[in-house]
């Protein structure tokens, strides 16, 4: 079956072919990850919230209510015990009514939803709250045009993924992919409490490359499931390449993202308390080692882009290692990222907004007078050029 050969009743003066084709598709979802797990979970659902989004817009129609689905592994046992109705087929076809649905699942398709259709936001929160699922990972079709995305749950002291829905979306370039991480580093890591096992004495988890990769991973599924897969640890070679973002169209940008942390000690094996440091030299080593891997992913792949992205928990916010990564990647056309991770609110505030330091030759003000200084924002800040200017 194509899509020219599915009938649509029911939708008025709507283009049936176009509506047909997002209903074929959506079918055909192939998911990135074991069926089961969070990750497929996000993928399979993102991709048909997005289509069911899509269809409603095309009729002409708004979504009265919410669509909200939680990630619950036991999700029959809870289902179950919450009284709530089994509909092992939800999901499956995309142009079914869906506003108002609330449901726990972990599959693909199908879920236990609350016999109540949900009203409002309010309605949600308390339902969620009352069941105890506030740390679940949460995707919520707002409207026809958001949807947003809870990684850990509403509970979680975290920003919510917000995804615009357009039927004529942007380009999805690698500056586009570019800009996306920066947006990962300003709503999740800059200012993670996750990634640390004790931030005082900057002890990372263990171990946070793969933490890193995994909460990535989920942050980009959620934004480009409906437009590309996203896949880790696929074998190249004889290596593995972190992450692979393959686009369904050829007019994106495919490109391989490949993650390095750095930080000043090793976590504590079980049983020891003592962390062992890394020094500069064997950080900066780690990280640069990251480019011809990236570059030798790209060029097996035939991908577009290579980006290396490094995670430095050092303290300090130290140049050497972002200085390094700039020198190695240039030459083999690969976008070396740093991104510095902070260990408290007072860290980042001194970093993010310095104070000029005080003059020392300057005459004390005259009573009554004010002293006016630069704010902030007119203080020069270092900026990471634009992809367009590199080789």
């Known amino acids: ?52 989004a899509r269809i409603l817009r095309t009729k002409g129609e708004a979504l009265a209510h919410p669509v909200v689905l939680i990630y619950v592994p036991d999700w029959a046992r809870v289902g179950k015990e919450l009284g709530w109705v089994r509909r092992p087929m939800l999901g499956s076809r995309v142009a079914d009514a869906l506003s108002g649905t609330l449901g726990v699942g972990a599959l693909n398709a199908g879920a236990f939803t609350r016999p109540q259709q949900i009203v409002d936001v309010n309605d949600v929160e308390q339902t969620i709250a009352q069941a105890g699922l506030g740390s679940c990972l949460t995707i919520a079709l707002m409207s026809t045009t958001e949807l947003w995305i809870w990684m850990q749950g509403l509970d979680a002291e975290t920003q919510p993924s917000q995804k615009l829905l357009d039927d004529a979306p942007a380009a999805l370039n690698l500056n586009t992919l570019d800009d996306k991480l920066s947006e990962f580093y300003e709503k999740v890591a800059r200012q993670t409490v996750t990634w640390w096992k004790d931030a005082k004495e900057r002890v ?19 934004a480009y499931a409906d437009r590309a897969k996203v896949k880790q640890e696929i074998k190249i070679g004889n290596g593995r390449a972190d992450l692979i973002f393959t686009p369904d169209h050829n007019s994106d940008s495919s490109a391989v993202f490949e993650l390095k942390v750095t930080r000043d000690c090793h976590t504590p094996q079980p049983g020891t308390s003592t962390p ?75 970093e993010r907004f310095p104070l000029l330091a005080p003059s020392t030759s300057a005459a004390p003000a005259a009573s009554g007078q004010v002293t006016v200084t630069a704010s902030p924002s007119s203080i020069a800040q270092p900026t990471t050029p634009p992809l367009s200017k590199r080789p």
Not at 215 to 221: Q, R, V
Not at 289 to 303: D, F, I, N, P
Request: net charge negative; aromatic share 8%.
């Open 1 to 52: 079956m194509n899509a020219s050969s599915i009938t649509v009743p029911g939708l008025g003066g709507a283009n049936q072919q176009a509506v047909a084709a997002v209903v074929s598709n959506g079918a055909a979802v192939v998911s990135v990850a074991d069926v089961g797990t969070k990750e497929s979970f996000l993928d399979a659902w993102t991709r048909r919230l997005v289509d069911h």
């Open 204 to 222: 990372t988890v263990s171990p946070p490359e793969a933490i890193v990769q995994n909460d990535l991973w989920l942050y980009l599924l959620g």
């Open 276 to 350: 062992t440091k890394i020094g500069l030299r064997d950080n900066v080593k780690w990280a640069v080692s990251g480019v011809q891997q990236t570059h030798a992913y790209r060029e097996q792949e035939k991908l577009d882009g290579a980006f290396l992205c490094v995670y430095d928990f050092c303290a300090g916010n130290r140049q050497e290692i972002e200085k390094a990564v700039q020198d190695a990647a240039i030459q083999l056309n690969v976008i070396g990222r740093r991104y510095w991770i902070t260990a408290s609110n007072e860290e980042h505030r001194k």
